[in-house]
């Protein structure tokens, strides 16, 4: 694996100049981290710091809000003390809605040190209303049915989304159904990347791009052999098979196999 020399530099405070809600105008770090949330998830944890995400209502807007707190990733040019992972996520978001890779948008980032030392983070990113994960349309469809050409669109959605990610150079790293999204409405509907705190990118070598399809093959335990041939056709835009896509195929399979018998 081969990070770029992307600086991430520390970020004062982030907010968007259009359509932020006005009471973002008015608060302060130390408010937005004080603040009761509703919580969305239990929180991770990673040696003494951790990271959880809220859903913030003001009126009719909703918000996500992600608040951390000495939860950190080394980076080349950070190697030992490490940046907080909201930084390089609130970096990703802005790199990938530059190049057309569909995101949520930021609304506001900020980080600061405590006199006592902690390293604390809060991103917002708007709520994307309308949408669901591709893990729950799976499920959603294992228990109530789908046709075909309804299915047919919502793998071929996908999979532009991960081939204009990957022909960006940027790899996912956890690449999974719950964080890719797509909207209720809307043929064919939009599919879009959350969760990018461990995005990079990366020199494009075979088995970049290769980790994050054994990654989202493995999790789509819900998924047929027919579907993951769309996907895989979809991916690498072709009609039929080819010598690229027997090799490709084989690969995911092979890795998704080796992870597998893992303990």
Known sequence: MFLTRNRLSPQKEYKRPNGVPSILSSVDFQSLWQMPLEPLDAPNTRKKGWSRVFLWTIGDTRLIVKRQENYTCKTFLHPLSGIPTLRREFHNLQRFDKRKIPVPEPVYFSEQRTVCGKRQAILITEYLEGHDSLQNRFDQWTRDGATPAEKQKVIRAVASLVAVLHKNKFRHRHLVPKHILLSQTGCPPQARLIDLEAAIKF????????????????????ANRTDRLRFLFAYLQIQTWTAQAKRLARSVLRHTERKERRP
């Not at 020199?203 to 980790?211: A, I, M, S, T």
């Open 203 to 222: 020199v494009p070598f075979q088995k970049n791009r290769l980790k994050d399809l054994v990654s989202l093959n493995r999790r789509l335990v819900n």
